[in-house]
């Protein structure tokens, strides 16, 4: 019994997302507390649950292939358990008659009237691996690359095509990129600079200094959340890429004062915490907003004792005392960077979400350019590689604002000698050339 412990755990995570829209991150912690599975089995209900959501777009073609008949038409419990039975089978070392017998006891318990039918299904699915039922289930590269990287790296056909456009049509490199959207992604400290320094507490917590930035630690594995640095403010979980855009802003050249900076979509408080420990060594002040209001709490935690103001409004309405020597705003975007980090998000997005998101970066970038002082600095960054997202909303916001502001090259403003950064002069980071999330980059000066 104990055995199916966390292919039942697996199950339930993976059910609640698809039942109650739950996120995998959160649910699955909470499930493997309440059935007490730890080590190996919490690692092995994870890999299951992460696995079979990442590749759900591809193992539902399979699943029907072999069933004969569309996912949509499989009840739901019978639907999710074949999606990880096919997991197991396809993309995992669990010998199959393990995987085909483990995966029938629990849709025996899930769906009893589909036993027989997920027997057969599964059986079918063992018969060939994965590259054969990619063959079968693809169309042809030569007549539809995306198409078929959609299938082959389980992404959607829409996300597949906006990254091979934002890396310039080069079809290698979105595959590259694909790949490594399919990976776990390590976890990343921010060691908060004058609290802890980045190679005493890589020594600390047994990490590695990042690659890049320099307050970024490499975390073996491990709860995070339960790091003595972690509870005592000294770091934060922070992936590289966003330390990295935010000392950006901090570290790009300017003329004139720089005590007053501000943060217009600061929930849950990552970047202004690095700013905040930033401001303390530069004699400068953070202002942070934020709309929703347990987010801007969240952001009070994140920076407590650090010279942080917070305002929860909207950053599009007028602030209090404009006229900042730094703004930074962390637009909210599709998160099409971070798919490495949310396993069923890129499913759960539809290209209808662009439209109301893109308005909504435009007023925030527009707000932005009217709340710094004239020489001061912008930083426009998403955690979305969409060239709707990125240069289209930095075009259109300029020119809608009718305030003259200018790209500054934001390239000098990363760590010297920072492989894979293109052309200038705004500045997009990648998984796959900088193991970070794809974090973009503007910097803007207004004249
Ligand atoms: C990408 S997140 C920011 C992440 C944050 N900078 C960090 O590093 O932790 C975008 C944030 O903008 C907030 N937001 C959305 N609309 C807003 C608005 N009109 N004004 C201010 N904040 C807004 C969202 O609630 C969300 O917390």
Redo the contacts with the bound molecule.
Sequence with gaps: MRTDLPRRAAYEAVAAVHRDGAYANLVLPAILRDMRLYGRDAAFATELTYGALRHEGTLDLIVGAAAGREVARIDPPARDALRLGAYQLLHTRVPAHAAVSATVDLVRSVAPGATGFANAVLREIGTQDLDAWIAKVAPPYDKDPTAYLAVADSHPQWIVRAFNEALGSDLDETTRLLIEDNQRPPVHLCARPGRVDAVELADEVGGAPGAFSPYAVYLPGGAPGDLAAVVEGRAHV?DEG?QLV?AALVNASLDGPDARWL???????????LLGALAVERGAEVTA????EH?ARL?SQ?TRGLPVTVLH????EELPEPAYDRV?V????T?LGSLRRRPESRWRRQPSDLPPLTR?QR??LGAAFRAVRPGGLVAY???SPHLVETHVTVTEAARRSGLPVDLVDARPFLPAGMPGLGAGPTVQLWPHRHGTDAMFLALLRRG
């Design positions: 922070q966003s935010a943060d217009l979509c600061a929930g849950p408080g990552g970047k202004a915490g907003v934020e709309v929703a987010r952001v994140a409004q909207d950053g599009r930074l962390d637009a909210p975007c998160g909504l007023e925030l960054v998403t955690c």
